[in-house]
C-alpha cells in the first residue's frame, strides 16, 4: 500500500523559511522521481519541483526558483522541500506526488 505523508507546514511570516517533508511507503522509492506541488484556494494545482531518483536532477518552477530547494534521501525514503524568502501568495497545500499517488498534504500559511 502506498502512502506519501507530508509533514513541516505552519504559520511563517513574510520571509520566513520552511522545510517540508514528504515520507514514503509501500513502492521502491529510489527508483522514483518525486514531486512537489501547490494548491492555493480557487486556484488550480501547480508543479512546485521535481527530482530525479538519485537527486542529480531537479526543475523548479520559475517562481521558486533561488529561493526553493529540493531534495531526497533515498535511505530515508524521504523528500524534502526547503523554502526560503516565503511570500504571502504561496499560501497553499502543498503535496508530494509520484505516479498517481498523491499525499494529503500539509497546509503552508504565509502571513503577518
Known amino acids: 500500500q502506498v502512502q506519501l505523508v507530508e509533514s513541516g507546514g505552519g504559520l511563517v511570516q513574510p520571509g520566513g523559511s520552511l522545510r517540508l517533508s514528504c515520507a514514503a511507503s509501500g513502492f521502491s522509492f529510489r527508483r522514483y522521481a518525486m514531486s512537489w506541488y501547490r494548491q492555493a484556494p480557487g486556484k488550480e494545482r501547480e508543479l512546485v519541483a521535481t527530482i530525479g531518483t538519485s537527486g542529480f536532477i531537479t526543475k523548479y518552477a520559475d517562481s521558486v526558483k533561488g529561493r526553493f530547494t529540493i531534495s531526497r534521501d533515498n535511505a530515508k525514503n524521504t523528500v524534502y522541500l526547503q523554502m526560503n524568502s516565503l511570500k504571502p501568495e504561496e499560501t497553499a497545500v502543498y503535496s508530494c506526488?509520484?505516479?498517481?499517488?498523491w499525499g494529503q498534504g500539509t497546509q503552508v500559511t504565509v502571513s503577518s
Open positions: 506526488q509520484y505516479d498517481n499517488y
